[in-house]
């Protein structure tokens, strides 16, 4: 497992830590490369917008509930062959993706693609707590960084640029080569064990079943809750109180049996419970930012998935510069500080948006991405050597799994809150607006002769035609306004949790330099 504390990793240890990470970042790549082609997509399979994206939500619900599956798997099926075995299927998911000519069987690829890819990130970050000794454990928590912050920001700008200029079939393609690179150094690396299957007898069935059904319902309810009006539709409630009930009963069975699936009795270490919660918020806010913007620049601006991608793409690229840097600052300062300040800094790119107008467009962005870039950087490999800190080797798998699996979820949350939060929103700013733009109003009046006359100047030729035109010009200024201003809200809100984050994170005890996994209890 992990080499002498006072040496370096081995460079076979390296090689398969680097190629543990290639599949991490591939498959938290695979959760946001859709996003900005989900148009593209449901064209080509022939389904509605609201159905499409179940396109996102299987992959997040296969992803979701293996992540915490993964340690218990890895001891039964052994960490070589079962980390093998799921990377070489979330290929041949994602190729047979790019196959579908119709939604279910696409939602279906999907999930299993999900479920695979899930695999690879859990186990990824068990590696660096495994197989590298505490002094190089920064150095792997960087790397793994640029799969959970770097991955997010530049999936849209892949999937837009392959999507306008090759088809959106080829967005599917593009895990193929770095997944055979990622098996070829795995399977000459990874030790061979022994399968001890013996351990399925003394599996927590019981956890794993209320586990899976009550983290589906809850994804389900997260991604389809705004769209259906949330507990108006009958369907969205029975999932909401299935997912209450099961992941209660989960919770329940986890703190009373011997052998937990997730073991939730870690959460009594302080520093593992507070870097949760922080990762949590920073999963809100990763996952929600990349979620928000997007969406700004296509209803807002009219932009097109190709200048999305350009436009997020100074979100991700500083951080191939910066996150080289990081373990150098872990081992010179404290990481509670470090993280404290990367999370800071994010939250004030997220302040730098809550003053949006008609005229924020793609170079507005610029200088806020480049410091939001600069905050992600530092965020994530101090916050996780926090969060590590004084846990056992033996718990390692379990840890990786949790922090994980609930980092995604706050992700989810965090998209699924905004969404609504939007909505609600740009309704409270067109009812104030609304208020008043009134006829009553001389200014109201005026604009409406205005464009009446602009629009008679334009060929219509009818004073009553012009005159509706004129008002309709209207309602959809107020409307794109008021969108706007829920734009701006959202970021604040995104903000706000930041600025929580960071005050958290440094109420952790103090975490030793260079230190990761295994430190002292």
Same mark, same amino acid.
């Given at each position: ?67 915490? !599956? ?26 047979? =993706?790019?196959?579908?000519?119709? !939604? ?23 590696? &660096? ?117 099961? !992941? ?13 699936? &997730? ?28 979620? &928000? ?56 790119? =997220? ?171």
């Amino acid at each position: 497992m992990s080499t002498q504390q006072s040496e370096g990793a081995s460079l076979k240890n390296w090689i398969a830590v680097l190629a543990g990470m290639i599949g991490a970042f591939m498959a938290v790549l695979n959760i946001q490369i859709t996003n900005a082609s989900l148009l593209d997509i449901e064209g080509g399979i022939g389904t509605g917008v609201d159905n499409g994206a179940w396109i996102s939500t299987s992959y997040l619900i296969g992803e979701i509930i293996v992540i915490p !599956l993964s340690d218990y798997l890895s001891r039964v099926f052994s960490f070589r062959r079962y980390l093998l075995v799921n990377a070489i299927l979330f290929a041949l998911f994602s190729i047979s =993706c790019a196959f579908a000519r119709d !939604l279910p069987t696409m939602i279906a690829l999907r999930g299993l693609q999900g479920f695979a890819g899930g695999v690879l990130i859990p186990m990824a970050f068990t590696m &660096v707590l495994t197989k590298l000794p505490k002094p190089q454990q920064p150095i792997g928590l960087a790397i793994f960084a640029l799969s959970a912050t770097f991955a997010p920001a530049i999936g849209p700008t892949i999937g837009g640029f392959m999507t306008e200029n090759y088809g959106w079939q080829t967005i599917f393609f593009i895990n193929t080569v770095p997944s055979i690179a990622m098996v070829t150094a795995l399977w000459l690396t990874l030790d061979r064990e022994p399968m001890r299957l013996d351990r399925l007898r003394d599996g927590d069935w019981l956890g794993i079943a209320t586990m899976a059904v009550g983290l589906a319902a809850l994804q389900t309810v997260l991604e389809e809750g705004n769209k259906d009006d949330w507990f108006a539709s009958p369907f969205i409630l029975r999932l909401a109180i299935i997912a209450a009930v099961f !992941l209660s009963a989960f919770i329940a069975i986890e703190l009373r049996v011997a052998k937990p699936l &997730v073991n939730l009795r870690l959460m009594k270490q302080r520093n593992f419970a507070i870097g949760i919660i922080a990762n949590v918020l920073v999963g809100f806010a990763l996952y929600g930012s990349v979620y &928000v913007l997007p969406q700004y620049l296509g209803q807002v601006q009219h932009y097109n998935a190709e200048d999305i991608g350009k436009v997020l793409a100074w979100t991700g690229l500083p951080q191939l510069v910066l996150i080289p840097l990081v373990p150098m600052l872990m081992k010179r300062f404290d990481v509670r500080y470090l993280a404290a300040v990367g999370i800071a800094i994010f939250a004030v790119s =997220c302040f730098m948006n809550t003053t949006l107008s008609l005229d924020s467009a793609g170079d507005q962005f610029f200088i806020p991405n480049i410091v939001r870039a600069l905050g992600q950087a530092v965020v994530l490999a101090p916050v996780s050597a926090v969060t590590i800190a004084g846990i056992a080797p033996s718990d390692a798998g379990a840890a990786s799994g949790l922090s994980n699996m609930l980092r995604n979820l706050g992700g989810a949350v965090g998209t699924a809150t905004l969404a609504t939060l939007l909505t609600k929103r740009e309704q409270f700013h067109s009812n104030i607006i609304g208020q008043s733009i009134t006829l009553t109003n001389e200014i109201v009046r005026q604009r409406i002769d205005q464009m009446t006359a602009y629009f008679m100047a334009h060929g219509v030729s009818d004073q009553a035609a012009a005159t509706h035109q004129a008002i309709v010009a209207l309602g959809s200024s107020v409307k794109r306004q008021a969108l706007i201003m829920g734009f701006s809200d959202t970021f604040a809100v995104i903000g706000m949790l930041l600025a929580l984050a960071a005050i958290v994170v440094l109420f952790a005890r103090k975490v030793a330099s260079g230190s990761g996994a295994a430190g002292a209890h």
